[in-house]
């Protein structure tokens, strides 16, 4: 690291390692969203033009699978290595303040990343297969499973981002 | 000058996608991730200790040393998760396949939802008001 250091500052290095995972998240994001509604709502073909629901939900699943599996990983993997100064920098002085409900709010988000992790490889199985219907309810649910746990790590990562963010 | 006519070739299928072996794997070790998690967390199982004021690993759980800043169990929960539910889903590819087969793929979303009240009991120290 210390070769990098001597281009940008640590905290230069540090933000945009954070920056790169909330971008990566928003990817993920994405990607669950649109498969999740595709599998809630099947597209039915309208007489005119297509709506935003319609165009929204009216993705082709299967394409969307690696992506979010590579994405997932990624978002992981930064998460991860930017979660040693969380610990340092970011937790202790909420533990001062006492931002409680806030440090569970972000335990329970790494509990879900790493649950989320150990269901990629099924996830992955499930819409490589997608025309097996015998997976269909299965592949519908946990992608659903899948962009609810996104969604709530999303969510929170904006709340501890807002409780002590850039400039605190 | 060639004639023959060059058509693209289909999309070949991983081999994995097809493979009966990688779904068993697959199922188990999606059923076992949140089983073996729950459990490392609730019980304070992790492979490693990582001491980020330091740098510094120790193997199994280790306690904060003083002045040196907090410890970190994450890590090592994971480890411990991937070790474990990877362990059951190689063990699970052993049996025969009529056996594999009769596990209900529902579990593969069920069991991380049911973590979830678990897990959040376990971070009741947090839940204060």
Known sequence: MD??????????????????HALLAVALLGALSHQAMSVLMRTRQAAG???????????????????????????FIFGAWIYTKYRIYIRIPLEQDGFWKTQGAFEMKEHLATIGLGLLPIYWYFWKNARNVDYDSARKWLTVTLAAMCWYMFLTGHIVNNVRGFGS | MSTTTQTAAPAQASPLASSTAFRTFATVFAIATPIVYVICEMANWPLFTYHPGTDRLNLGWAPAV???????????????????????????????????????LALVWIAPLAAVPILIYALRFFWRW
Do not use: Q
């Open chain 1, 3 to 20: 070769a990098v250091y001597d281009y940008i500052s640590v905290n230069t290095f540090w933000t945009i390692l954070f920056i790169v």
């Open chain 1, 49 to 75: 033009p297509a709506g935003f629901v319609t165009r929204f939900t009216a993705v082709h699943g299967p394409s969307y699978a690696t992506a979010v599996c590579v994405l997932w990983i990624a978002t």
């Open chain 2, 66 to 104: 003083k002045d040196e800043g907090p410890a970190m169990y994450w890590y090592g929960w994971i480890a411990s998760t991937l070790l474990g539910a990877g362990a059951l889903g190689l063990f699970a590819v052993k049996l025969p396949e009529s056996a594999t087969r009769r596990i209900p």
